[in-house]
């Protein structure tokens, strides 16, 4: 039986692929059938292919193919036609001339300088001596770029030929593959596309002169290495933007005050329990919680980093920066939890959420800055702000995740018992969810530690600024003491969250 089925499909791929190419059919089959038949290396050669390779990949609608042969090609026609035309050297030649005369200048003046007999002539000659030895100097460069025009004609023209048999024995095993994949039911286009071919010869017509020339000539038409652009429109922009932020801290003050008065009642709060409470009550509950929630290990673990922290200046330093990070891991997860519950259960909000939360994980952090400086000013507040628009899209991500993850035969058993809309949110998802919701809670506390530097920039205090400091000036020693302090601080949160949830599994 087996043999029959693989006669029927030896007999039908001749036909299939046929229809897959559209044209050349008779060479592809026996290409592709030595492919098939072949369990090493096999050695396919595609004439067409190797001297046409992005024509050819076009034509065949294999864009990656396209892609890479272009590139390739490109650079080895940029090694080539730098060592036959390219002004190798101009740069050095330039530069040359430039020095010349002001040695020439400079060797004026200190003949006028001596005839006058006045002090500087000595100075004065010096100089021109070292602007003519620099001199001499670039056109030994420029001489030495001029002689390595032969090895970038011989590096070029191996390149070219290494491409070129790249392409030829790579055409046809890519191309096999793809016709495996369409005629395994996926959306793979097939035939010889003429229109794709003019599209990939506009764009080798395009890419091929602008490259090379740029590579060729000195000194390329500036239109070509700057984009045109019009600084009264960038000028216009900004202003409008200053104007707009101006006008809304203005109009929105109390708003914004009042944002941040909550915000201050929170971090006072905190800053009460872990940094003006005797440190060794707080190293006491940090440890017992370190023992309860995760174990001897863990507590061992973490009175060596408290012994690091107290011993070398870092405690309250370090407590202020767990205030922050408490303060801002609170709102992240007050706020994160409940919105990305609302995205699990509304498509609609999880469309208009997902733009948002993107923003916020790829915009780098520093612009974060500009809008809360403008309308909170600065201090730990706006600090607190900055860390958390960086730090809650785990959160809400990964609980939204979580509630999606439920399996729908439980969420269906638990309604047809009766179980009301918030009896199954509060006992039958979140707590199925809550390994899920846990890890994003774990590691937007780990991403709002990683703030504490940037925050510093704005006057929060903490870790951060004796790092800050560090790279103001320099100091090595004390940048890497400071660094290690966040790290043992993160490390504590990670091992006690985490080594709670390893216990109860």
Request: positive net charge; charged residues 15%; hydrophobic residues 50%.
């Amino acid at each position: 039986m087996n043999a029959i089925s693989k006669a029927t499909v030896q007999s039908e791929q001749p036909m299939s692929v046929h229809r897959f190419t559209g044209r050349q059919g008779e060479y592809y089959s026996k290409q592709f059938d030595k492919i098939q038949s072949s369990t090493r290396l096999t050695f396919s050669f595609n004439p067409h292919a190797a001297l046409l390779g992005p024509l050819w990949a076009s034509a065949r609608n294999i864009w990656g193919f396209f892609w890479l042969s272009t590139v390739a090609t490109l650079f080895a026609l940029v090694l080539l036609s730098r060592g036959l035309w390219g002004e190798l050297g101009a740069d050095n030649l330039a530069r040359a001339d430039r020095l010349s005369g002001k040695s020439q200048e400079m060797a004026a003046k200190a003949q006028a300088a001596l005839e006058s007999g006045a002090p500087s002539a000595e100075a004065l000659q010096r100089n021109a001596d070292n602007l003519q030895r620099a001199a001499e100097q670039a056109l030994v460069a420029a001489d030495a770029a001029v002689a390595g025009a032969n090895q970038l004609i011989f590096w070029g023209a191996l390149a070219l030929v290494v491409i070129v048999l790249i392409q030829g024995f790579m055409a046809n095993i890519v191309y096999e593959m793809k016709y495996c994949r369409w005629r395994g039911g996926r959306s793979e286009t097939s035939g010889f596309n003429q229109k794709n071919l003019l599209l990939g010869a506009v764009m080798l017509a395009v890419m091929a002169p602008l490259t090379l020339y740029r590579f060729t000539v000195a000194k390329p038409v500036a239109w070509l290495t700057e984009f045109p652009t019009d600084k009264s429109l960038f000028n216009g922009i900004a202003t409008w933007l200053n104007a707009g932020f101006d006008t809304i801290a203005v109009k929105g003050a109390g708003f914004f005050d009042g944002i941040t008065s909550a915000i201050r009642v929170l971090l006072d709060s905190l800053e009460v329990l872990l940094v003006d409470t005797p440190w060794p009550v707080t190293a006491m509950v940090i440890l017992v919680m370190a023992w309860r929630l995760a174990g001897p290990r863990t507590a061992i673990f973490t009175l060596a980093a408290l012994s690091y922290l107290a011993f070398l200046g870092y405690w309250e330093k370090s407590m202020a920066t767990v205030a922050l990070l408490g303060a801002a891991a609170t709102l992240c997860v007050v706020i994160g939890v409940p919105l990305g519950i609302l995205c699990a259960k509304s498509r609609s909000t999880y469309a208009v959420a997902r733009p948002v939360l993107d923003f916020m994980q790829t915009m780098p952090a520093f612009v974060y800055l500009i809008p809360i400086i403008a309308f909170f000013g600065t201090g730990k507040p706006p600090g607190i702000l900055a860390t958390l628009i960086f730090g809650m899209p785990p959160v809400v991500r990964l609980t939204a995740l979580g509630i999606k993850q439920v399996p729908a035969t439980i969420v269906e058993g638990a309604l047809a018992f009766g179980c009301t809309r918030r009896k199954l949110l509060m006992d039958v998802e979140i707590p199925l969810a809550l390994p899920s919701i846990m890890t994003g809670v774990n590691q937007t506390i780990l991403m709002c530690l990683s703030m504490v530097v940037i925050a510093s920039l704005i006057g929060a205090e903490g870790l951060g600024t004796d790092v800050l400091q560090a790279l103001q000036y320099a100091a090595k020693g004390q940048g890497l003491l400071a660094g290690i302090a966040i790290l043992l601080c993160a490390m504590i949160i990670d091992r006690i969250v985490q080594g709670r949830f390893k216990r109860e599994d």
